[in-house]
T-cell receptor, first 111, second 114 residues
Framework: GQSLEQPSEVTAVEGAIVQINCTYQ??????LSWYQQHDGGAPTFLSY????GLEETGRFSSFLSRSDSYGYLLLQELQMKDSASYFC????????????FGKGTRLSVIA | GAGVSQSPSNKVTEKGKDVELRCDPI?????LYWYRQRLGQGLEFLIY????????KSGLPSDRFSAERTGESVSTLTIQRTQQEDSAVYLC????????????FGPGTRLTVT
């Protein structure tokens, strides 16, 4: 089967750092993607990790440990506009869909 | 170029009616995906098209759902005899074949079945 676990909600203060974790159990694994979705908007691609380690893109970083079936999205210098839902997604070549999405983490940034 | 477009943006229909949702992918994207998202929920995969290969329909929730794609362009998702449980946002996405981890989503069609 396929399952991805991520916290349903996270709250953090403006200017702070927040980490959103994702653990997965899938039949196959090529890599882990992260998407951002603002209320009423479409998901937008943030990052993709195929290899272990940290990938940095501006204020956002994404980490992967394949041996632990674990990854996280790190958001630094939080801004109010970062309030959104964040989805991890596993690239699994064995299922009926190339990308399996988690249920999402709703991030609320407060002043 | 233009992003993924979907129409209509909103659709209100009576229970039992058929609806057709349209998706125009990014030009050159040979892979196209349909998802359903209920309010406050995650993305539920429905179906995807990859080039000229026959789509895997195992993600469709019932035989009332069907989808077609014309070549490598427009796709339509049809829901027959709509039920109230079909109310959701239907999202379409497209990608290059080799980069299906990076999907570009359209704005969605909000379907309300009354």
């Amino acid at each position: 089967g396929q399952s991805l676990e991520q916290p349903s909600e996270v709250t953090a203060v403006e200017g702070a750092i927040v980490q959103i974790n994702c653990t997965y159990q899938t039949s196959g694994f090529y890599g882990l993607s992260w998407y951002q979705q603002h209320d009423g908007g479409a998901p937008t691609f943030l990052s993709y990790n195929a290899l272990d380690g940290l990938e940095e893109t501006g204020r956002f970083s994404s980490f992967l440990s394949r041996s632990d079936s674990y990854g996280y999205l790190l958001l630094q210098e939080l801004q109010m506009k970062d309030s959104a839902s964040y989805f991890c997604a596993v690239r699994d070549p064995t299922g009926n869909t190339p990308l399996v999405f988690g249920k999402g983490t709703r991030l609320s940034v407060i002043a | 170029g233009a992003g993924v477009s979907q129409s209509p943006s909103n659709k209100v229909t009576e229970k039992g009616k058929d609806v057709e949702l349209r998706c125009d992918p990014i030009s050159g994207h040979t892979a196209l995906y349909w998802y359903r998202q209920r309010l406050g929920q995650g993305l539920e995969f429905l179906i995807y098209f990859q080039g000229n290969s026959a789509p895997d329909k195992s993600g469709l929730p019932s035989d009332r759902f069907s989808a077609e794609r014309t070549g490598e362009s427009v796709s339509t998702l049809t829901i027959q005899r709509t039920q109230q449980e079909d109310s959701a946002v239907y999202l379409c996405a497209s990608s290059l074949i080799g980069t299906n981890y990076e999907q570009y989503f359209g704005p969605g069609t909000r379907l309300t079945v009354t």
